[in-house]
């Protein structure tokens, strides 16, 4: 038996559906919302973040709102739609993208996937109790961690 390196690990992860609520409630929205999304997030005292990053078979670029919280250098981004979203594979694909939070842009690089039990402790940090009782009841199970480089 090989070890699997931590690219191969990144590159074949456990498929975690998005949550009953999200397919049922969100998904049929985000035609319609996203647009409207991507125009607030990312300025700053927006609560959401711009992912920009590219197709990973057509190359096109692509611009995606997400939650996302930074904690010093550590991006936190909540996976609404699974670890199987195009968004996410892209990232993961790509090995990093740029993500405009807050005003500022950062280059986010080492995407790795967590649970809630992986890293307790930063995620409390980066998301007060509200916020984590909203993800609890998206039904998010998994988040994106990145390394952050303010590139502005």
């Known amino acids: 038996m090989t070890a699997q390196s931590p690219a191969d690990h990144a590159a074949a992860p456990v498929p975690v559906a998005p949550a009953a609520i999200v397919r049922v ?28 990053h590219a197709g990973r078979r057509s190359g096109k670029a692509y611009v995606t709102p997400v939650t996302a919280h930074l904690r010093g250098d550590v991006l936190l981004i909540g996976l609404t739609f699974g670890n199987l979203s195009d968004w996410s594979r892209n990232v993961r694909a790509a090995a990093g ?56």
């Open 97 to 152: 993208c740029t993500v405009r939070l807050g005003g500022r842009t950062y280059r986010a690089t080492s995407p790795e996937l967590v649970n809630w039990a992986d890293d307790q402790a930063l995620i409390a940090s980066a998301f007060n109790p509200m916020l984590r009782a909203g993800l609890r009841l998206l039904g998010i199970r998994q988040f994106m961690r990145l390394h952050a480089e303010l590139t502005d």
């Open 25 to 52: 409630l969100v998904r049929p929205l985000t035609k319609i919302l996203n647009p409207l999304m991507v125009r607030i997030a990312g300025r700053r005292f927006s609560p959401m973040a711009q992912i920009h």
